[in-house]
């Protein structure tokens, strides 16, 4: 069992930054790899960024590519999502999530409650 808590969101300008972290507890953080999703008002929830349970592998969605940063610190049992340049698009409830690596983007196995993202413009 792993739980998952993020913290880090609140509002931002456009064109400023971010940085969400995920918790987890659980002695297996290491096994999972890691992903966060978003989901904006009256929308589907999506998929952001994900990376391997060692770090060495790491995929984004077309509209964060280049901007947002995917990382983790297996030593701290903690995710992080660096946003940068954020846009009015991104805001969101942005859900950190963990489960195995082929099915991550898909199908995560465990997920946190959540945390607001709001970009003003």
């Known amino acids: 069992q792993v739980q998952l808590v993020e913290s880090g969101g609140g509002l931002v300008q456009a064109g400023g930054s971010l940085r969400l972290s995920c918790a987890a507890s659980g002695r297996t953080f290491s096994s999972y790899a890691m992903g966060w999703f978003r989901q904006a008002p009256g929308k589907d929830r999506d998929f952001v960024a994900a990376?391997?349970?060692?770090?060495?592998?790491?995929y984004y969605a077309d509209p964060v590519l280049g901007r947002f940063t995917i990382s983790r610190d297996n030593a701290k049992n903690t995710a992080y999502l660096q946003m940068n340049s954020l846009k009015p698009e991104d805001t969101a409830v942005y859900y950190c999530?963990?489960?195995?690596?082929?099915?991550?983007?898909?199908?995560?196995?465990?997920w946190g409650q959540g945390t607001q993202v709001t970009v003003s413009s």
């Open positions: 999530a963990a489960g195995e690596t082929l099915r991550i983007r898909g199908a995560p196995d465990y």
């Open positions: 990376i391997s349970w060692s770090g060495a592998w790491t």
